[in-house]
């Protein structure tokens, strides 16, 4: 709706995480250069937590784009307390079928699949998104799933999604076993003040807006309002966008920004999407 009035292919600051528009910031580079890292030395188990809003997928969604034919990818998103049995959710994400509903039927065909895919020069990544919902059951289960890999061939790797709950789901004494096999283990947290600056800059330029759109004051009171949590900073933004808009202007100045914190009840509906 903005996008020509403001110069710009595209909207800088959509809640969809497209990797086109990660911003490399030291710490979100850390966790990308730690995930490839991990992927290439053939860590059994890699972990990437933070908060809601953090980045996390964004980071995912650019990862697999650089993974190559060699690396055959099951993403289970839709984890949940009740989640049960991985074997039936990870032939799913691989797009396979077990010979019957049993619960070693899936695991046999799990393990198959594995082994087909070593045949063919070909290593299984398992993605977990939300992963703090796994049960330590779950997880248990998962760790010895783990266990195919022998010494010198590594037929499947796991990549940990979720929530800092996950920590404290890991730290418990029954998966003792399963933590000590966490290779690779960063933590994303909320950008700086300097960060998120950068962070509104970049994703204008990525847009397609040269020139600044946010006067210093309001990226300040921006940076202010959401502490620097990338989902909560494209929030307000893209709102200030359309009230720019609305209003015909061509920068985005102080005062409109806190007018539309003012209009969200005073910033409650931000910090509620900020808490969960």
């Not at 995930?35 to 059994?44: F, I, P, R, V």
Request: hydrophobic share 40%.
């Amino acid at each position: 709706m903005y996008e020509r009035h403001f110069g710009l292919s595209a909207k800088p600051f959509a809640l969809t995480p497209d990797p086109a528009f990660l911003y490399p910031s030291r710490q979100h580079a850390m966790a990308m250069t730690m995930l490839e890292y991990g992927l290439e030395s053939q860590a059994a188990f890699c972990m990437l937590t933070g908060d809601i809003g953090s980045g996390k997928t964004t980071l995912i969604r650019k990862l697999l784009r650089q993974l190559g034919d060699h690396v055959v990818v099951g993403l289970i998103s839709n984890t949940h307390t009740r989640f049960e049995s991985i074997h039936r959710w990870a032939l799913s994400s691989l797009g396979v079928k077990a010979a019957d509903d049993s619960d070693v039927g899936a695991y046999e065909a799990l393990v198959d699949a594995l082994i087909g895919e070593y045949g063919k020069g070909r290593r299984t990544l398992l993605i977990f998104d939300e992963a703090q919902n796994l049960s330590p059951e779950v997880l248990e289960e998962l760790r010895l799933l783990s266990n195919i890999n022998s010494e010198k061939d590594l037929l499947l790797q796991v990549l940990l999604v979720g929530q800092p709950e996950l920590r404290a789901t890991l730290s418990r004494p029954e998966l003792r076993q399963f933590a000590q096999r966490v290779s690779v283990d960063y933590q994303l947290r909320p950008l700086n003040r300097s960060e998120t600056h950068a962070y509104i800059l970049h994703r204008l330029k990525v847009a397609g807006r040269s020139v600044p759109l946010f006067s210093a004051e309001a990226i300040e009171f921006v940076f202010a309002r959401t502490n620097g949590v990338p989902r909560l900073v494209n929030l307000l933004c893209d709102y200030a966008l359309v009230y720019a808009y609305a209003e015909q202007r061509e920068v985005i100045e102080l005062d409109l920004v806190t007018q539309i914190v003012r209009d969200r009840r005073s910033g409650q509906a931000l910090s509620a999407s900020g808490a969960g």
